[in-house]
């Protein structure tokens, strides 16, 4: 169900790269001005991460996650009565920003971070390849009906998804292991609390968190967060995560390539591959970062995108070709295969039960990252008549990024069971067993 869950999340939040081309013929509204409808969206879809982590303790995964959807049916299922860009920003930028935020990634974290101690980086990237589903199951479908029937019945139609998957997460979704009578896979067996509500994020005994205090521990865990070197290193490169996929590629390849002549269902066809070839190299993603050094593997990841966002300005075209082709089928792969490292030094920097909520933090700059890029690309199409000054922006930017990733230390976590740090050798940056000393900064 939590992946259920995360492929509605993804496939609601994709929706508004097809709304922006027939938004523009209906209403005449400019990209620039529907584009800062989708950034609302995304920075609120990130900065709702943290704090949502933070309810998930103290109200459950269940509730939270109901919630979201619910929040997302009602801000789609108003933008069919909208009349003015405000209305677009209020309906489609915060509600539907502040409930799908709350089914981002952090969810994919709580949920590795409870019921796995084994494995977690590939459950992690197993999870995260939900997103891609999403976008693979709905950008079609919704580019279909957009085309036939128009923009609001593609609103509606994710007002019923997002509807019908409450009753599935209210009765499919347990908030922990000890909830069915299970402890976290791969771990020790262990007396349990008589309280299920009272375990952390790793199945151990917490203290009680007041309503009160939810919010608060989020800020505490950025507090937390902002005195550590490592951290602005690996918000710094999800930052650029985030500009260069969904803000960037997710909400303007589709009216970019329509700039070019190709037809906007053809277009969303090609993000919907995008999602296909996601799947396969973000849990492959995860399979690694169980076994070989994140840094390096996202210093990889960045620098592969960096390059094909610089050759993306040669490749579009009014019809898909080989080498268009590739470019997708690379882009997917690298997609948010950054997820599963990004989340494993996260925890062995600040251990596993902080490791949620400051998550959330760097999940939050990456969707700045993202509505940044969807703002100024819009800008960007405005002022030139083309995207080629974003592409290429991006791609320079996404090198840096592999550069930032390269300089995160996670200190004493980051050593072997014998005490010689793992950058010498191919290691696991996060033990089996989770046994970590104090956090470093």
């Known amino acids: 169900m939590a992946f259920v869950a995360l492929v509605g999340a993804a496939g609601f939040r994709a ?12 209403f005449g509204w400019s990209r620039a001005a529907v584009s800062s409808a989708v950034s609302v969206n995304l920075v609120l879809y ?42 677009l920003i209020v309906c489609w930028g915060v509600l539907v920003g502040l409930g799908t935020g709350s089914m981002a990634l952090v969810f994919a974290a709580t949920i590795a971070g409870r019921w796995f101690e084994r494995h977690r980086g590939l ?72 309280d299920p509500a009272a375990l952390d994020a790793s199945g151990s005994p917490k203290p009680a968190v007041g309503a009160a205090r939810a919010a608060g521990a989020a800020l505490t865990g950025l507090a937390t967060a902002v005195r550590s070197r490592a951290f602005w290193a690996l918000a710094g490169g999800f930052f650029i995560c985030g500009m260069s996929t969904n803000g960037l590629i997710g909400t303007h390849f589709i009216p970019a390539a329509h700039d070019h002549g190709m037809p906007e269902v053809t277009a969303a066809g090609l993000l919907a591959v995008v999602g296909i070839f996601d799947i396969v190299g973000t849990v492959a993603s995860g399979w690694l970062t169980d076994r070989f050094d994140s840094r390096y593997l996202l210093v990889a990841y960045y620098a592969l995108r960096g390059l094909g966002l610089a050759g993306l300005p040669l490749l579009l075209s009014s019809e898909p070709h ?7 089928v690379v882009y997917g792969l690298d997609w948010v295969a950054t997820v599963p490292p990004t ?30 890029a969807a703002v100024a690309a819009g800008w960007v199409r405005e002022a030139t008549g083309t995207y080629t000054a974003a592409w290429y922006g991006a791609a320079f930017l996404c090198l840096v990024a592999a550069f930032l990733s390269a300089t995160v ?8 069971p014998r005490g010689r740090p793992a950058r010498r050798r191919v290691a696991v940056p996060v033990p089996a067993d989770d046994t970590l000393p104090a956090p470093a900064g």
């Not at 097809?18 to 523009?24: D, E, R, S, W």
């Not at 979704?173 to 008589?194: M, T």
């Not at 230390?409 to 072997?416: E, I, L, T, V, W």
């Open 15 to 26: 929706v508004p790269s097809v709304f922006i081309l027939p938004l523009q013929e209906e």
């Open 46 to 87: 990130g900065l709702t991460a943290p704090f949502a982590a933070a309810l998930m303790e103290r109200f459950g995964i269940r509730r939270v996650v109901a919630v979201a959807l619910l929040l997302v049916a009602a801000g789609s299922g108003l933008t069919v009565f909208m009349t003015a860009t405000w209305q």
């Open 123 to 194: 459950v992690v990237g197993v999870l995260t390849a939900g997103g891609a589903t999403g976008q693979l199951v709905f950008l079609p479908v919704l580019a279909v009906l957009v085309d036939r029937y128009g923009w609001r019945a593609a609103a509606l139609t994710v007002t019923v998804a997002a509807a019908a998957v409450i009753p599935l997460v209210i009765a499919g979704i347990r908030d922990h292991p000890s909830d069915v009578g299970l402890r976290p896979y791969g771990a020790a067996p262990e007396p349990e609390p008589s």
């Open 322 to 328: 080989p080498s268009m082709i590739a470019f997708i």
């Open 343 to 372: 989340i494993a030094l996260c925890r062995s920097v600040f251990g596993p039960e902080r490791a949620p909520v400051i998550f959330g933090w760097v999940f939050a700059s990456h969707q700045l990252g993202a509505a940044v």
């Open 409 to 416: 230390h996670a200190g004493p976590a980051d050593a072997s």
